[in-house]
Each structure stands twice: as C-alpha cells, then as structure tokens.
C-alpha cells in the first residue's frame, strides 16, 4: 500500500485528488497540508509516508526551496511536484531541486495514479510533452524562453515578486539582505528584458507561471 501525503493549498484539488486515489486499491491518503510548514509539521508527526503529491504555489512557499529542505531533511521521501505549471523550465528546476517526478494538473487521473505508482516505487517521472521540451531547450539553448536563463536564486527571487512579495519579505523569506534582493531584481530584469514587476506579472500570466 502506497501512504500518500498531499500538499495542495485549494481545498478543491485536494478533495479532488482524494476521490481520484479512492478508485485505486493500492494508494490511501494518510494527510493532506495547506503550505509548507504544514508539510513539515505532518511529516514530523504523522509518521511513515511513501511519496509526497506537492503543489509547486503555495502561501509563503517556493517551490523548489521547500523540495530542497525536504530533501535535507526527509531524503529517502520521493516528491512528486503535482502542478498547473505546464512549464519545462520549471519543471526541469523541481527535479534539479530534488523532485522525483513532475506532472501537471490537467492531465488524466490515470497518468496521475501511474505517476504515484512510478515514483513511489523508487522511479522518476515526467511527462512526454515536457520532457521533449526539456530536450529541445538542451540542444537549442537560443531558443529557451527567458526565464530559463534565471539563476536558480533569481528565479526564486522572480517568482516571489510575482506574488505579491516585497524586497524586505524576500529577504526574510530567503535569509539574505535586502541589497542582495535588489540586485537579484536588477539582474532578472536585465537577462528577462522586462521593466517592472507589472512587466513580470504579465509575463508569469503569459507563461503560465507561479499561477496555483
């Protein structure tokens, strides 16, 4: 029996998710969590978990920053990043982060069940359609979009502006100054060509990106 925890912060997609795993006879919800410390709080007490099902948006969470302190901390838990960023490049930084499998939020309830299933088992999985983008960006790197050009930090630092964040709440958030902040800023916009953080919102709209 597969013991799955989701972390999703939609109450809807997690109900959703719930009735999903109900048809299968070897995967059961042990727990769901709304945010990162949440999933941290039902690792630490919960017990023995086979796989972590993970929301790459969530309150207060980077992404790719809570799979890394996952990974630190819980190293023999595979993640499997559950997401509406039907994006390479992001994709590509949760398994560099440490994620064992990406899948996107629109896909079929089978592929989802065969995702859990794979990594579960010790397996990594993405889906065809990313994984060929992932190819292609390799072997032509001109033509990657430009927020494939972004350091992994000044992602991080983009993503939280994309949200809402302020320079001070990054730099708390991320444990580094407020200069440091600025000057992530400074050199995201330059490699993105973009002007403001309106600039960087619509450009997150229209990749779809950090969008839940």
Known sequence: MINLLIA????????GIKKIIA???????LADAVDGPDVMQKLSDTGKFDLLLL???MPGVVGTSLISQLKVEFPHLPVLVFSMHNDAQVASRAIK???S???AKDSDPEVLLDAIRRVAGGGKYIEQSLAEQLAFDAMLPSQRAPHAMLSSREFE???LLVMGRRVNDIADQLNISNKTVSTHKLNLMVKMKLNNTADLIRYSADHNLFLG
């Open 101 to 103: 499998g990406f899948i």
């Open 8 to 15: 999703d912060d939609h109450a809807i997609v997690r109900e």
């Open 23 to 29: 048809l299968s006879s070897d995967i059961v919800v």
């Open 55 to 57: 929301d790459l948006t």
């Open 157 to 159: 630092v983009f993503s």
């Open 97 to 99: 982060a440490g994620a």
